[in-house]
């Protein structure tokens, strides 16, 4: 079994575009997109459709699109300065749009063979506003899986992809396919494949492609904070790296 993981788009076309171009290449049985879909970029709508065009490819549901449709920005929440990205990409999302994104499911867990789980979500166990960075150590990983025992756990949200061993569980990390905070700026995606016997092996892809054109659509764009985007889509580091969100 292969699959192809990538995730945390942010409503980026062109960099999902060049991601996908390359996941093509390898064949892989299934795409499993790993949330944030939309919410953070200027073509919300356009990432739908693309993602929705491909065969083999199970979106999974994100924090921040869980925002748009669940309408956060109407009620009181901890995060009050994403209000307006909320409220604005949900108006630039026609209903069918937002129907498909209603539908996704949390998680997935794939069986390669008996007793051997890959288990996929978009940030941490039961918690899709949670996070998995690698500076945890192994006992902080294991607080936030929550005792899940599945022998390999991929996910996004960190926004740089990362491969790890903690016990006998393998980590995976998968993101992001558009805006990354590693130091490294370009797109990312994992090829997950199970190799029999419990060995799941991973590698890490990253794509090089133009990306100014796309930072300049974030600056100029109906986006809230553009321009903060487009230092990330430039320099592969978070705009404000003093004050990380995870």
Sequence with gaps: MKLALYGDIHAQLTPLEVVLAEVDKHNADWEVVLGDHVMGGPEPGEVIDALRARKNCLPILGNFDRWVIDKVDEQDNPFPGRNEAS???????????LDWLRGLP???????????????????????????PLRLTD??????LKGDKAECLAFGQVHGPYVRQVGNQTLVCGASAAVNWDGDNRPAYVLLEYKG???WEAEIHRVAYDFEPQALKNENSWVPNGERQAVTIRTGEYWNPAHMPH
């Design 87 to 97: 409220r604005t990409t949900r108006e630039h999302l026609n209903e069918d749009q």
């Design 106 to 132: 949390h998680e997935i867990t794939f069986t390669a063979e008996p007793g051997h789980d890959v288990h996929i979500f978009h940030a941490a166990p039961g918690d899709d506003e949670g996070a998995l």
């Design 197 to 199: 016997d419990g060995n």
């Design 139 to 144: 006992d902080e990983i294991l607080e936030r």
